[in-house]
């Protein structure tokens, strides 16, 4: 096993001819696609990794100077692929993710067949012209209250970022991935992410795009899968999920995961 693939806990599942890379979002791990990677493991080669500063990677690993753009998590999967031998792969990104591969794919087109985003969004702040879905009034209130007291953020962060109540199975798994992550990691990354701003790089994304989005998502609206749609630079569709929350995978597997696989197997009609 390679540096790079130890690092972010590498597994690798199933031998189809077709590589599938599975990248999660912010507060999981690669546990969070547990209900749609059983699904592609007969006709496909799965590749599941965590993120650095997910809590299942190692603390002393995360840097966070190369973290405080989203370019050193790109940089991270280019060098994943390369360590692996991929030439080219079906890319599923969830949140942050999307973007991180739209960013590795404007670098090496090559290198990705098509990128599938999850509940994707190049910018969570509004702006002119603009809307993210947050005032930075917001973000500065959702990072007090990371540094203030994290773990009580995550009990109340967990059930809003899935639509459902505490009770439920996946924002206990969520609580439960959040709670894992190194306060100070996790408030960093999530500065990261949502003062980031890719809306620059879109039109550079030439590889064909399928980008998947909840019908109500407290962190990414509708609107911002149409930007998505109007600015990206190759082939786009957009479908809107008979779903609720961000981790949709997690929260409606019985509604999102055949979407998943029907936008996996088949491409964009030209």
């Not at 990261?192 to 609206?221: N, W, Y």
């Not at 981790?247 to 019985?254: V, W």
Request: charged letters at 20%; proline letters at 4%; aromatic letters at 8%.
């Amino acid at each position: 096993m390679g540096i790079v693939e130890e690092a972010h806990n590498v597994r690798i599942l199933g031998s189809g001819e077709q590589t599938i890379v599975l990248a999660h979002g912010f507060g999981t791990d690669q546990s969070v696609w547990k209900h749609l990677a059983p699904h592609l493991v007969d006709e496909f080669r799965v590749v599941l990794f965590d993120n650095m500063g997910a809590g299942t990677t190692n603390p002393d690993y995360f840097d966070f100077d190369r973290y405080a753009t989203l370019e050193g998590y790109a940089y991270d999967l280019l060098a994943l692929l390369e360590e692996l031998q991929i030439r080219t792969c079906i890319f599923v990104g969830h949140s942050v993710s999307a973007l991180v591969g739209a960013l590795a794919s404007v670098t090496r087109p090559d290198l990705f067949s098509k990128i599938i985003m999850v509940a994707a969004s190049p910018r969570y702040l509004n702006d002119v012209d603009y809307y993210g879905g947050f005032e930075q009034e917001d973000l500065d209130q959702l990072f007090e209250a990371m540094r203030s007291n994290y773990k009580a953020w995550t009990t109340g962060f967990a059930p809003l970022a899935l639509g459902s109540d505490m009770d439920s199975v996946a924002v206990q798994e969520f609580s439960r991935t959040l709670f894992n992550i190194r306060p100070d990691i996790a408030l960093s990354v999530a500065q990261t992410i949502f003062q980031s701003d890719l809306r620059e790089i879109l039109g550079m994304v030439t590889v064909p795009c399928h980008i998947l989005q909840s019908s109500k998502d407290l962190a990414v609206p509708v609107v911002v899968s149409e930007y998505l749609q109007r600015h990206l630079g190759g082939e786009s569709i957009v479908e809107i999920m008979a779903s609720e929350g961000h981790l949709p995978q997690l929260s409606s597997p019985g509604t999102v995961i055949p979407v998943l696989l029907r936008h996996i197997r088949q491409n964009i009609a030209v």
